[in-house]
């Protein structure tokens, strides 16, 4: 839609373009006066004035020398782990706190020198500069039409079809190299995000101790943390693997837990949960041991760890994975097999 | 050697400056560039220098950004850390954490150009949102500088993720929790969100690639496109020339102010280093990002209180009051808990940026404006654009709902709440405030011009009652105070022509023409003073 | 004035003196002096406590029950002022301590007497001696840091409950609470955290939220990450830089007229 069917007495009329004479106006009071004329600074009219802005910003450019000569002197002088006390700020490190105050002036001086001399010596006459339409003249668009119609004309573009067609489709395939080099950024996601290290007969390995968990070693009202056995720090895909599989343990009394499946995976009310918020992969672990709340802190979103941890509040959409663990012979705690439904966010092919 | 140059003078040779300039005009024809910008002409006022704030302060950041470059290792290799930082000796981290460390504490002056690069990051942001505003509130985006506007978003956009890539960096727990975040939100996207992630971090996140990716965006791919698109803006700001506020003197077809050669080249030079200066006094003094207290990134570690830089806050709160929704059908899951703050994530930026393509659409006005409005004389923009602020501060606010409820001792959930409601009320409220205060102060400028300032002093007539004695104010306040334009609400015009046959009248135009009344109706308006209302006025009842 | 001096010297040595002797009749009185303990214990729980956990320490719908939580939990409750309760809210707050630790002990051991519990951590067990920092802090961000912060700031947990901040408090009290879980933490027994790891945390909380930590960056913002240093940067250093402007962009002063 072109605005040219406005009417044109609707727009504002146009400014004044002249500046009108600065003596009040007795037919219109409120037309353009001009530009006020030009008062003189002190500067101006008395050198002494004037002599004394010179000092001035002469003295802020010693300043400044003199403040990088102190930022070297720090930077050889101090060395580079010594700690001071500056009131208020506290225990800080003395060479970034002498080197930044130093630079900090050595700059700050050059501009504070340079705006003064530009404030009270430079002349602060105001000019007043003619502005000329960005848009070109008729006769210069004109000129430019002609020129590229002769042109597309001589390129014959639109005669000869074939050219054109082949030259478009040739253009329009080229990029498809490029976005096919983008393939291999990284594998196809395949099931990945379904499986963790978690298998039957897998150790829950305390994290603190890197020591396998026993279920007596699990009191109501603690909260513990734990990987699967075999997951080594050292190990090369750790943080990829810990990503998935780590794991929140606490112990309710088995009386307290309101959801039958939360209760028949626990071991006599130990359960394990996916430490990975279902939002966006938080490692949630805010337990509130009184209520069996769990808070994520990165988004508030809130599960109910003695109801199959369902949300409660926050923008998380679906309960935290269940781990079903057991015991083996010699009471320590293990899997009894991987998480049901894949952990942490939701994507599009999780179903 | 000056007496060199004179005695070469005197012989008719031209002195040695003028030689090397007439030896790079022959080739680069610099004297006629000269001609036309070495006097360019630039108004004086505190807010127009809010730009050259974030042009310097990106100038800073690319300085420090290069040095750091010569000690930091884009790395996810696993190490043991061995510096001098005791309590995280023979911890395991990666490489980039190690550098980083290494560049904090063992290269001296590293950790004050590490401070001056994120609190310039961070002042560059803030510096371009205010720049930004002013250039919305006082209506500077109007032809010629749509495009312009459009450059100026996209530096702030490409601002936002350069700092976001340059954050993850460190590979921190901070930082990693925020990449963490992202890539959840990748996976949200229906359809490839999965497959993106994939490409993304070269598999399953967190891998070993993704900080040497953000690396090569945020220290060439992004400042690049912007260092660009900076030079750009900053060559039509030369060539458009600087808008101004009204007053004496003052046209749309003129600029007032001083001189680029010497005035300006002092006073724009002499900011840099003011910007410089402050910068480097800041990082002197207050801490930021102590990676080191953070700890190394790990998938199944976090801290409360993780929160991105400022400038992503407003995301954060999006997706922190957003309601846990998800759709599961088909074997397929539609994450609308994220994926709906991530589309409108960028929803709220886009509509600060096309309004300036509204308002013109609105108005019709194709024509040429340099002279700046007064807030209060373009009420409905105000309002808008107030808003929009109060909308985005709303989102801020949800983004540190934690800190909030630690600091004032309230409850997470109800602050929670208080942002779901606030989204949608607030900017009404604030709509609705804004345009009353500018009505309100239009009247007050109208009622000064016509009635003159009150001088405050106190005057008893014959008759026993008290007047306050009103001022008549100079031309120049009287100029200064009506010279603003005053639109008249489009109007359809007769759907039914004199033959009585009906004219078609298209869907938008009736919107245009019910936003137009809306804009300039009689509601959203003062008539500024006539010169007869004036003249009535004045020569009616003398001066009080 | 001298009579006073000499007065005090004499008090002094006979404080020193007993100090010096009292160990060798300790043990003999050990068994009487603990079971007065208790029943002092027991004068002060029936006049402050037993309003709210019940006349046995059986606990009432107003508190929970005491059996079995130890002297550990009593120490830190009392000793850091939790306890005894001034009014409901989401959390009861840290407060002045009203009992004195002679009091609290005599609280602890009769709380001891009605179930057993963990006992009040030695000098020994929370000292810095024999700790790695650096694997506190590994500990401290896999176990602590998710409610209280990197470095023990303080956090949000639901509806107005809070990790609190954990500067200035008693290392023995921070062992006392990874031991017995107060209100809403959970407890980190020694069978899941044990005595080393908790040494380590503590050791490592020291070092980076002590008296004599470094802020090697200087102004610390409150440790709060992002949010404060946010504000930061828009108030002092936006502000400084508009000011700075201002003061650029300004008229220089005219000479006045005469």
């Not at chain 1, 003249?137 to 430019?144: D, Q």
Request: proline share 6%; net charge negative.
């Amino acid at each position: 839609m072109s605005s040219q069917d406005i009417p044109e007495e609707n727009l504002p009329a146009e400014q004044d373009a002249h500046g009108a004479v600065s003596v009040a106006d007795e037919k219109n009071p409120f037309a353009d006066p001009g530009l006020p004329p030009h008062e003189h600074r002190v500067q101006d009219i008395d050198e002494r004035a004037a002599k004394r802005s010179e000092r001035v910003v002469a003295m802020l450019f010693t300043v400044s020398m003199l403040a990088t000569v102190g930022f070297i002197a720090s930077y050889v002088a101090i060395p580079h782990d010594k700690s001071i006390y500056v009131f208020p700020i506290g225990h800080i490190n003395a060479l970034n706190f002498a080197l930044g105050l130093t630079l900090g002036l050595a700059l700050f001086a050059i501009g504070a020198g340079a705006v003064h001399w530009a404030r009270t010596l430079m002349s602060d006459v105001e000019i007043a500069d003619e502005r000329h339409p960005i848009e070109a003249s008729p006769e210069v668009k004109a000129k430019v039409m002609a020129d590229f119609r002769e042109g597309a004309k001589e390129s014959a573009l639109g005669r000869r079809k074939l050219i054109r067609n082949t030259m478009f489709g040739a253009l329009a395939l080229f990029p498809l190299s490029g976005v096919m080099l983008l393939r291999d950024l990284g594998p196809l996601p395949g099931t990945k995000l379904r499986h963790t290290l978690w298998s039957k007969g897998k150790l829950l390995v305390n994290m603190n101790t890197n020591e396998p968990l026993r279920a007596s070693d699990v009191a109501v009202g603690s909260l513990t943390f734990a990987k699967p056995e075999g997951l080594e720090e050292t190990d090369e895909d750790f943080q990829t693997q810990i990503a998935k599989a780590a794991l929140m343990i606490v112990r309710i009394q088995p009386d307290n837990i309101k959801d039958k499946r939360e209760l028949a995976w626990s071991h006599e009310g130990i359960v394990a949960y996916s430490k990975i918020c279902t939002h966006v992969g938080c490692p949630i672990s805010l337990y509130e041991q009184q209520t069996h709340h769990v808070l994520c802190p990165c988004h508030q979103s809130t599960f109910d760890l003695s109801d199959g941890a369902r949300v409660i509040f926050g923008p998380a959409g679906h309960a935290l994975p269940q781990l079903r663990i057991g015991v083996n012979d010699q009471g320590y705690l293990e899997a009894l097999g991987d998480f049901e439904e894949p952990v942490g966010p939701a994507f599009w092919e999780r179903g | 050697m000056s007496t060199n140059t004179e005695t070469e003078a005197r012989r008719g040779k031209a002195p040695a400056g003028e030689r090397v300039a007439d030896w790079a005009d022959g080739r680069l024809g610099i004297y006629s560039l000269a001609k036309s910008n070495m006097r360019k002409i630039f108004p004086d006022h505190w807010s127009f220098m809010l730009g050259e704030v974030c042009m310097y302060s990106f100038i800073i950041i690319i300085l420090t950004g290069v040095y750091l470059t010569l000690f930091f290792h884009p790395s996810m290799n696993e190490v043991e850390y061995h510096g001098s930082y005791i309590p995280l000796q023979g911890q395991l981290m990666s490489e980039a954490f190690n550098s980083t460390l290494h560049i904090s504490f063992d290269v001296r002056g590293g950790l004050l150009i590490r401070q001056i690069h994120h609190w310039a990051a961070l002042i560059f942001l803030a510096g371009m949102f205010v720049h930004m505003m002013r250039v919305f509130f006082t209506g500077a985006f109007r032809k010629p500088r749509e495009v312009n506007w459009v450059f100026g978003f996209l530096l702030f956009v490409l601002g936002m993720f350069t700092g976001f890539t340059g954050y993850s960096l460190p590979d921190d727990l901070l930082s990693g929790t925020g990449v963490r975040f992202m890539e959840g939100a990748i996976l949200s996207v229906p359809i490839v969100g999965t497959y993106l992630s994939f490409f993304l971090f070269g598999g399953e996140f967190p891998g070993g690639d993704f900080v040497a990716r953000f690396y090569s965006v945020h220290i060439l791919l992004l400042p690049g496109i912007m260092l660009g698109l900076m030079v750009a803006h900053l060559i039509l700001v030369f060539y458009h020339k600087h808008t101004q506020f009204a007053g004496p003197g003052k046209t749309n077809n003129n600029v007032v102010g001083m001189p680029l050669l010497p005035v300006y080249m002092a006073k724009a030079g002499g900011f840099f280093f003011l910007v410089f200066g402050v910068i480097a006094a800041i990082a002197a003094i207050a801490s930021i990002n102590p990676i080191w207290a953070m700890g190394p990134y790990r998938p199944d570690m976090v801290s409360t209180g993780a929160q991105p830089d400022w400038y992503m806050g407003f995301s954060e709160g999006l997706i922190r009051v957003m309601p846990g929704w998800e759709i599961n059908l088909w074997g397929h899951t539609l994450v609308l808990g994220v994926f709906i703050p991530l589309v409108i994530f960028p929803l709220v930026l886009v509509t600060i940026a096309v309004y300036p393509f509204i308002e013109s659409w609105v108005t019709g006005d194709r024509r040429e404006h340099h002279i700046l409005d007064r807030p209060r004389n373009a009420p409905t923009r105000t309002a808008f654009g107030a808003a929009w602020i109060s909308w985005y501060f709303v989102l801020l606010m949800g983004g540190g709902n934690d800190i909030w409820a630690t600091h004032f001792h309230l409850s997470i959930n109800a602050i929670t709440w208080f942002v779901r409601c606030a989204f949608f009320v607030v900017p009404v409220l604030t709509f609705v405030a804004t345009k009353r205060i500018c009505l309100g102060l239009q009247r007050r400028d109208k009622d000064k011009v016509l009635h003159g300032r009150e001088s405050g002093i106190i005057k008893r007539l014959p008759h026993g009652e008290f007047i306050e004695v009103h001022e008549p104010l100079s031309q120049d306040a009287l100029h200064t105070l009506t010279a603003h334009e005053q639109y008249k609400p489009a109007e359809i015009g007769p759907t039914v022509d004199e033959n009585g046959v009906e004219r078609k009248v298209k869907g938008s135009q009736k919107l245009r023409a019910k936003l137009s009344e809306a804009y300039y109706g009689e509601e959203s308006q003062i008539p500024k003073p006539t010169v007869e209302e004036y003249k009535e006025i004045t020569s009616g009842h003398g001066h009080h | 004035m001298a009579a006073l001096v000499v007065l005090l010297l004499a008090l002094a040595c006979t404080g020193g003196l007993y100090a010096v002797f009292a160990p060798a009749s300790k043990a003999q009185a050990d068994d009487t002096a603990q079971s007065l303990a208790i029943d002092e214990g027991k004068k002060l729980y029936s006049v402050g406590c037993a309003s709210c956990h019940g006349t046995g320490g059986q606990g009432t719908t107003d508190g929970p029950s005491l059996v079995g939580v130890g002297a550990s939990a009593v120490d830190f409750q009392v000793g850091t002022g939790r306890m005894p309760a001034q009014q409901p809210g989401a959390q009861v707050p840290k407060k002045k301590v009203i009992y004195t630790q002679a009091e609290i002990d005599q609280l602890a051991a009769y709380i001891s007497s009605l179930g057993a519990g963990p006992a009040v951590p030695s000098k020994a067990q929370y000292g810095p001696d024999g700790a790695d920092i650096a694997k506190g802090g590994e500990l401290f961000r896999t176990n602590c840091a998710q409610c209280h912060n990197f470095t023990g700031k303080g956090g949000a947990l639901t509806h107005g409950k809070y990790a609190p901040s954990l500067e200035g408090v008693d290392p023995k009290h921070i062992y006392e609470a990874m031991q017995t879980g107060p209100q809403n933490m959970p407890s980190f027994p020694d069978t899941t955290l044990s005595e080393q790891n908790k040494k380590d945390i503590i050791a490592y909380l020291n070092a980076v939220n002590g008296d004599e930590t470094v802020s090697n960056g200087g102004l610390e913002l409150g440790g709060l990450g992002p949010v404060s240093e946010g504000l930061f940067a828009w108030i002092f250093g936006l502000g400084a830089l508009i000011a700075v402007a201002v003061w650029v962009a300004a008229r220089t002063a005219k000479a006045k007229k005469s």
